[in-house]
């Protein structure tokens, strides 16, 4: 396994990144995101299913009403 861990060096309080990777086969298996205030969140996948063939619509974003986009406003 790779850990690998980032931060900003001007501002390291500002949270930090680490994310996990197995490397037989190569896969990310976990991410964790500590931010400003030492809130954790942390993503771990498990049975992961490689070369699956998905609908295109699961991937459409329709927005919600209301919804105002940069290009909207411009």
């Known amino acids: 396994r790779v850990l690998i861990t980032l931060s900003q ?3 390291p309080q ?3 990144l680490s994310i996990l ?3 037989n ?3 990310l298996v976990r991410w964790r995101i500590i931010d400003g205030t030492g809130a954790m969140t942390e993503v ?3 049975k992961i299913q490689t070369d699956l063939r998905l609908d295109p ?3 459409v ?6 919804f105002e986009s940069e290009t909207d406003r411009r």
Do not use: I, M, V
């Open 9 to 11: 060096t001007a501002d």
């Open 44 to 46: 771990s996948l498990y």
């Open 25 to 27: 086969p190569f896969k």
């Open 57 to 59: 619509r699961l991937f």
């Open 21 to 23: 990777l197995e490397q």
């Open 61 to 66: 974003f329709k927005p919600p009403k209301g």
């Open 14 to 16: 500002a949270g930090q």
